[in-house]
C-alpha cells in the first residue's frame, strides 16, 4: 500500500512494517521520524534516509495513532482518507423534520 508524499508534512502519519515487525511515526509539528519496534515500548528517532524508514513508507500500511500507542486493537488498514469521508457524510445528513 505505502504512504503517499503528500501525506507527509501536513499531518502526523503512523506506518506499520509487518515484514519487519516495526512501526514509524511521522511527527508533522517537528518534521521528524519515530522507529517503534513491535515488541519494544520506547521509540527512537530515526533520519529521513534510513533504509527501514524508506521500506516502510513504500511498503508499509498506514496506522491509526491508537493501534501505534498500543491503545487500539485494529492495527491493519486504516486509512486516514476514510476519517475526512466520514466526517463529509455526516455534514451531509439532516435529521429528518417532524412535520
Same mark, same amino acid.
Given at each position: 500500500?505505502?504512504v503517499? #508524499?503528500?501525506?507527509? $508534512?501536513?499531518?502526523?502519519?503512523?506506518?506499520?512494517?509487518?515484514?519487519?515487525?516495526?512501526?514509524? +511515526?511521522?511527527?508533522?509539528?517537528?518534521?521528524?521520524?519515530? +522507529?517503534?519496534?513491535?515488541?519494544?515500548?520506547?521509540? @527512537?528517532?530515526?533520519?529521513y534516509? #534510513? +533504509?527501514?524508514? #524508506?521500506?516502510?513508507?513504500?511498503?508499509?500500511?498506514?496506522?491509526?495513532?491508537?493501534?501505534?500507542?498500543? @491503545? &487500539? #486493537?485494529?492495527?491493519?488498514g486504516?486509512?486516514?482518507?476514510?476519517?475526512?469521508?466520514?466526517?463529509?457524510? &455526516?455534514?451531509? &445528513?439532516?435529521?429528518?423534520? $417532524?412535520?
Amino acid at each position: 500500500m505505502g504512504v503517499p #508524499n503528500s501525506q507527509l $508534512g501536513q499531518d502526523d502519519v503512523y506506518v506499520k512494517y509487518d515484514y519487519e515487525d516495526v512501526m514509524f +511515526r511521522y511527527d508533522a509539528a517537528n518534521q521528524k521520524f519515530f +522507529r517503534k519496534f513491535i515488541s519494544e515500548s520506547k521509540e @527512537t528517532e530515526v533520519p529521513y534516509d #534510513n +533504509r527501514l524508514l #524508506n521500506d516502510a513508507l513504500r511498503f508499509g500500511d498506514c496506522i491509526d495513532p491508537g493501534a501505534y500507542h498500543g @491503545t &487500539e #486493537n485494529s492495527e491493519k488498514g486504516f486509512d486516514p482518507d476514510e476519517l475526512d469521508k466520514e466526517d463529509e457524510e &455526516e455534514e451531509g &445528513e439532516e435529521e429528518p423534520d $417532524g412535520d
